[in-house]
């Protein structure tokens, strides 16, 4: 089935409107609410029998700052300014970014999270400063990242940045999309559920005119005579795609997102000049916290070597655990701190002892080797320091409490949540370029996770980055499509 | 510029033959030679003013072997199962490859052996045994990846499977390119030099019909009737491409080929509706011998651990350098043993001392990491044991002779070759594969570096990987469109 129908091989259009959109999830529903406001038509097309996509999954947690803070951070007497929060971005993503995307971004958050509450998404004021995936206190602010980590600490100040709505615990989601959805409904939006996007309609001047959608197993075409957006998701659900692109990844992750997430927009948006970029990194995390406790413990890889941060963020500590030999890492950890981690299955208690040799002697690593690595470790953390990766000395404490525990973190048995990172390359406005010469093609935009977004590697990533990269450039998208010139309507066939 | 002119669009062709082949490096010469010997009119088409393309740059080698043994491996006595070649390609690719194409590979690789040698290509049938990454002495056989290395050596019986062509030293491409050449032209393929193809021409069902060529500032319309055969090289000199493909190796790599490696096939085949896929591998290399003793030291990331074994490959110990922190690294290594490498420069001496401990105190390594790394090290050296990364015995030798040295490998600094992997996702007979579905789109066919092949991590690379896969799957694509069902010829304008 081919991605791409000629105009001229159409008889005509059965639906026309000035902008359609494919996908209501957090992208498409932020589109879809900036291009009715500016006044357009708005028709979209959803493949699921309602709304939300792997945003409302979420917790929804909005990773924001900058502009001296959001309204959040001024209530609580906190300050991020844009330079502090652009050194933050470039040390997680600097190898490899947009820059233009990043500066947006920097300078429109903290009116962004205005926006988003003036979209009906009730936040509070109130920080929860421990160490969790989400907070399960009802905050709405937490660090949820590395900055409290090196080398980001050292590059910027420490800002907790993650807005969660309020009092949701993991169900943000569903506060934050329920509340956008009733706005893409109540502004007026033609919104087609159980209707699934299979080909864009392009002329022979390349400029893409409408939509295939398969709806009551017919195809209808859609015209779209500002633009199409693609907001339709990533392709972690597609498994000869992850086993093409992200193939260390799919071996050992559990798939985390919606079944749409099927790669369709990024095809959709390749098959018609674009490009797709950044395919081969994903999201990878393991969740050895909550308890905070746990970050007592260190990592060993399989030669009893410590290799990150024990106090990184869970993409962090997935993305160095993916790196070792076999992609193997065990937690030790004392009877002080001892605790099963509260999001992870499949981690397994290999060796218990009195001492250090004793738990070595059950284990499979090799002699001497985990004997020196705690011996080292403790050495240096009695006098609050971490020569090898400077955890922070809050999290610094000899193990000195009997029985102590080494206990397996092997991907192949943790199921990490896994989702991709790889997608379309787009301008900030959002609109699809072409390899090489980045020229926008007419008619086509795409946010959200079906582009190369913000987040380009676990190893930089915190909870919150895909959900305001995603609301942020589909609102962007939405605008710059709504701003197009329109071409001139073919008219609609009277078979509809 | 579009990649893609729809056939209804041109007023017609200004040429016309049977294969039209993008690129006469060893893909399209083998692709050439294969097309004209099943009697097919050939046109070649490369932008350079002469032919070679990277593989005439390489030295050479061609990595065969299963059926038993090539011809060289039987006049030397050397045995090589097609499943001992097998479990080897496995455990270098297992983790991503095409088992289809590594099946077809093993069973024809020691006839594509014979192939070479009856195209005029000379090898002599002697063994180069030492550890160097390209035989000196002029041998035609050598070891030149980690068979001898943990663990593929427990997987797959170490065979050399390196085939130099005679006397060639470094010049092995020149030897290779130079006879196949001479049969492209021998064999009347219509051979244009100065001559880039910048777009596939394809008409309303799909078909890929032609190309267009720049030649002497005009674009000439070539018309293929049985298929079109990419054999452009990679990307690996496209600095857009790269920085977001390969945006690790790119910051830190030289670029490795020749100055067409410019992403042209592979843009050009996405365009038409195949999918790129592998684009975020690179090969990267690390020379860290010869000469041989070198092996002797060890590798240190900037936390003082070990982290590979020291006698793997070249291009194993490049990626596995890449993934340490900052790509930082350093290697001990004693007197007795102290040599710099002959491949590599800007390594440099960080510190030397008489005893271990004066030495870290030199460097930037934290105290007491390296110390505790070479008494471990040297302990186990003293048994012959490797228990961290399972050296082999002929490479462990304690170090005990003053003065020691720490010399700094840090990517950055000392400038590794680099090459992409990724390309258009194929099937073995070259038939470029629609995304998904992977079905053939019809008379396009792609080899070289231009697709995705066998190699596809630097961490399982051996050197000769590339141009036997180039050379044999550019065959394979040369016999498939060389027998696919011809369209009927549009005929040509007179402008010509």
């Known amino acids: 089935m081919s991605l791409i129908r000629r105009l001229a091989e159409i008889e005509g259009f059965d639906l026309s409107t000035e902008v359609a959109i494919v996908g209501l999830g957090g992208a498409g529903a932020c589109a879809a609410i900036e291009a009715r406001r500016a006044g357009r038509e708005v028709m979209l097309f959803e493949r699921s029998s309602g709304g939300g996509g792997s945003t409302m999954l979420s917790a929804c947690e909005m990773y924001l700052g900058g502009s001296g803070g959001t309204a959040i951070h001024k209530a609580l007497g906190i300050e991020d300014t844009s330079e502090n929060f652009r050194a933050y971005l470039m040390e997680c993503f600097g190898d490899n970014c947009d820059p233009d995307r990043i500066d947006m971004f920097v300078d429109g958050a903290a009116a962004h999270f205005d926006w988003m509450e003036a979209n009906g998404v009730p936040y509070n004021r109130r920080l929860f400063d421990g160490r969790d995936v989400v907070a399960m206190t009802g905050d709405s602010l937490q660090y949820s990242g590395n900055e409290r980590v090196y080398p980001f600490c050292e590059v910027a100040k420490p800002v907790p940045r993650a807005h969660l709505p309020a009092d949701a615990d993991h169900n943000g989601g569903q506060v934050l999309m329920g509340a956008l959805i009733k706005q893409v409904h109540r502004l007026g939006t033609d919104v087609r ?285 939405g605008r710059q499509a709504a701003a197009a010139e329109p071409v001139a309507s073919e008219g609609v066939l009277a078979r509809m």
């Open 193 to 477: 559920y159980d209707a699934r996007a299979t080909a864009l309609i392009q002329d022979d001047d390349g400029r893409v005119r409408g939509l295939v959608v398969r709806m009551d197993n017919r195809d209808i075409l859609v015209e779209a005579t500002r633009g199409v957006i693609l907001c339709a998701g990533g392709f972690v659900m597609n498994e000869r795609m992850t086993a093409q692109h992200i193939p260390a990844y799919a071996k050992v992750g559990l798939r985390h997102g919606n079944p749409g997430d099927m790669g369709d927009g990024i095809l959709m948006g390749v098959a018609a000049g674009g490009h797709a970029i950044n395919m081969g990194e994903a999201f990878i995390c393991v969740a050895s916290y909550p308890p905070a406790e746990l970050t007592y413990g260190i990592f060993v890889n399989n030669k009893g070597q410590r290799f990150v941060a024990e106090d990184s963020y869970i993409g962090r500590i997935g993305a160095a655990i993916l790196k070792q030999d076999k992609a193997e890492a065990y937690m030790f950890i004392d009877n002080r701190n001892f605790a099963r981690p509260e999001y992870m299955n499949g981690t397994e208690i290999v060796a218990v002892g009195e001492t250090v040799e004793e738990v070595e002697r059950e284990s499979p690593l090799p002699p001497g080797m985990l004997q020196h690595t705690v011996a080292y470790y403790n050495e240096h953390a009695a006098k609050g320091e971490d020569p090898l990766f400077r955890k922070a000395p809050r999290w610094l404490q000899p193990f000195d409490t009997a029985p102590y525990a080494l206990i397996s973190y092997h991907l192949r048995d943790i199921s990490p949540h896994i989702f991709t990172l790889g997608g379309l390359d787009v301008l900030p406005t959002g609109e699809v370029v072409t390899p090489n010469t980045r020229r926008p093609i007419p008619g086509l935009y795409a946010a959200g996770r079906t582009v190369a977004g913000i987040p380009r590697t676990s190893a930089g990533y915190a909870s919150g980055m895909s959900v305001a990269d995603v609301t942020f450039f589909g609102r962007a998208a």
